[in-house]
Structures are given as structure tokens and as C-alpha cells.
């Protein structure tokens, strides 16, 4: 779980890279790396075709490897998310059952290691699928309207 947490950062750097190499090479295509585009485009460079073999083998081992850890747009709109409008939110203090960090499809929750009853949503990781909500057995976890100051239960 370390390793995993530290290397979803991978990402970012990711998207940094590829910013930078746009910027100093002027040229958008430095930043053109999507390998699933070539699977749908049907065409790409051998580079394109060997990414998307790699990506899709990891991802049988790893769901959603790419996602998780490489995927630039997903660094974008991980960084977006933490400023979301709507986020899943712990209500009150969980028994600890566990139930929402084992169902999340991709380990969004963990929970606090100095504190035995709080649970925490990576919100830059979080989909919002809604199964921690689903799964959670005292109903503890709740989708919420985030404004500046407040809160509201939806």
C-alpha cells in the first residue's frame, strides 16, 4: 500500500514533463501520449502500439494501471478534484469495518493510522462511483455539496 500511494504521484510528474516538453519544444505533439487513442484511431507509431500492449497487460495485473499512474489527464483532474463541487464525506465516526476501503474500485479510502475510527477519501483518486456509500453498512459515508465554509449532506 506505500509503494502504491507513492507511486500514483508518477503521474504528476508525468504531466509536468509533458507540460514542460510542450512548452520548451513549442510543438503540442510532445504532449500527444494516450494509448488507447491507438487502439481506437487503429493507427499510431510503433512506440504508440508498444505502449498500449504494455498498458493493457499491466492492467490485468493492476485496474486501470494506466489511470492510476501514468495518465497525465487524470493528474489534471485529480488536482481539479480536490476543489470539486461534490465529495464523498465521512458523516461521523466509522466502526471500522472497513467495508468502504475494500469495495473502492480504486482505492480511494484508506484509513487514518493514528486514529482507529476515521476514514479518509483521496478525493484526487475518487471516481465517485458510490459504493463506498452503497457498501457501508452504518451508512457513515455521504455525498456532499463542498462550498467555502460549509457543508451540506446531499
Known sequence: PALDRRARYLKYFFLLTLLAATFILGNTSAAN?????????GHGTRLAWALLILMLILS??????????LCPVGALTGLTARLALF??????????????????????????????????VDNAECILCGRC??????GKL???????KTRRAV
Do not use: M
Not at 464523498?88 to 482507529?116: F, G, M, T, W
Not at 456509500?133 to 452504518?138: D, L, M, T, V, W
Not at 455521504?142 to 467555502?148: A, R, Y
Open 60 to 69: 490485468i495485473f493492476r485496474f486501470r494501471f494506466w489511470c492510476v499512474y
Open 87 to 120: 465529495q464523498i464525506r465521512l458523516k461521523e465516526n466509522c466502526y471500522q469495518c472497513r467495508q468502504c476501503s475494500s469495495i473502492c474500485p480504486v482505492q480511494a479510502i484508506s484509513h487514518k493510522p493514528d486514529s482507529a475510527t476515521t476514514v479518509v
Open 142 to 148: 455521504t455525498l456532499s455539496v463542498c462550498h467555502e
Open 133 to 138: 456509500i452503497r457498501g457501508c453498512p452504518e
Open 33 to 41: 501520449i494516450e494509448p488507447f487513442v491507438t487502439l481506437f484511431c
